[in-house]
Every structure is written in structure tokens, then in C-alpha cells.
């Protein structure tokens, strides 16, 4: 059973410890907020199912790769609880729905996203 945990996480609970100042996106006002804080910063939306161990994985990978604390606000949707923001997310900033996902918002425009083992932290220097 540890091995399985340490390749696909253990509970929810722990899956959510990080380091990363993460903001949970959990109203549809908030992506009002969001368009208005990308006009100061990129913002980072990580769209994840808390149910597949692959977003699990990129999700991990995302968070132990990330180096841009304070130049970029990082917003966490959990796809299971939320659909209807992720749903606003492919109207408001027509982007393709796929989880896991990354976006990146800038100047209130969706400007990068990757979903899956394309999600990568280390492109986000070229969007500060």
C-alpha cells in the first residue's frame, strides 16, 4: 500500500499540503477578480480532478517545478466541486476544457494553457 501511495498520493487531505500560496477558486464572482488582478500579474489557474491520479500527478509535478511565489497569483479549481466555474472558464476565456488543466490569464486574456504531461511550471517565466 505505501508504494501505491507514493506513486499515486495518499488522502485528499494530504494531496492539498503544499507550499505554494494556492487560492481556491470556488465562486464564479471570483473569476471577475481574476480578470482584474491579471492586469497587475499573470494569473495561474491549475484546474484538477481530485479523483484521477494522473492530475493528481501533474498537480505535484506543477507544485515541486514552481519558483515564481509573489510574481504570479496561483488559483486551484477542484473540477468535482466546481464544474460550473470550469464551465464559465471555457465561455468567459475560450479555452478547451481538459483536466488536468493549466492557464495562464493576462491582461483579463487567456493567454497560455496546457492540460496534462505538457503542464509545465518552468514556462511560466515567459509571462512575467
Given at each position: 500500500?505505501?508504494?501505491?501511495?507514493?506513486?499515486?498520493?495518499?488522502?485528499?487531505?494530504?494531496?492539498r499540503?503544499?507550499?505554494?500560496?494556492?487560492?481556491?477558486?470556488?465562486?464564479?464572482?471570483?473569476?471577475?477578480?481574476?480578470?482584474?488582478?491579471?492586469?497587475?500579474?499573470?494569473?495561474?489557474?491549475?484546474?484538477?480532478?481530485?479523483?484521477?491520479?494522473?492530475?493528481?500527478?501533474?498537480?505535484?509535478?506543477?507544485?515541486?517545478?514552481?519558483?515564481?511565489?509573489?510574481?504570479?497569483?496561483?488559483?486551484?479549481?477542484?473540477?468535482?466541486?466546481?464544474?460550473?466555474?470550469?464551465?464559465?472558464?471555457?465561455?468567459?476565456?475560450?479555452?478547451?476544457?481538459?483536466?488536468?488543466?493549466?492557464?495562464?490569464?493576462?491582461?483579463?486574456?487567456?493567454?497560455?494553457n496546457?492540460?496534462?504531461?505538457?503542464?509545465?511550471?518552468t514556462?511560466?517565466?515567459?509571462?512575467?
Open positions: 500500500m505505501s508504494l501505491f501511495k507514493t506513486i499515486f498520493g495518499g488522502s485528499e487531505e494530504s494531496e499540503e503544499s507550499h505554494m500560496a494556492w487560492r481556491a477558486l470556488t465562486d464564479l464572482g471570483q473569476l471577475n477578480e481574476i480578470v482584474n488582478e491579471s492586469t497587475e500579474k499573470p494569473v495561474v489557474i491549475f484546474k484538477h480532478s481530485t479523483r484521477c491520479s494522473i492530475s493528481r500527478m501533474a498537480l505535484r509535478q506543477f507544485e515541486q517545478e514552481f519558483n515564481l511565489e509573489g510574481k504570479v497569483v496561483s488559483y486551484y479549481l477542484d473540477l468535482l466541486e466546481h464544474r460550473d466555474i470550469s464551465n464559465e472558464i471555457v465561455y468567459r476565456f475560450g479555452v478547451y476544457h481538459q483536466s488536468p488543466q493549466l492557464i495562464v490569464i493576462k491582461d483579463g486574456k487567456a493567454v497560455y496546457r492540460s496534462h504531461e505538457s503542464i509545465d511550471a514556462k511560466l517565466v515567459d509571462f512575467v
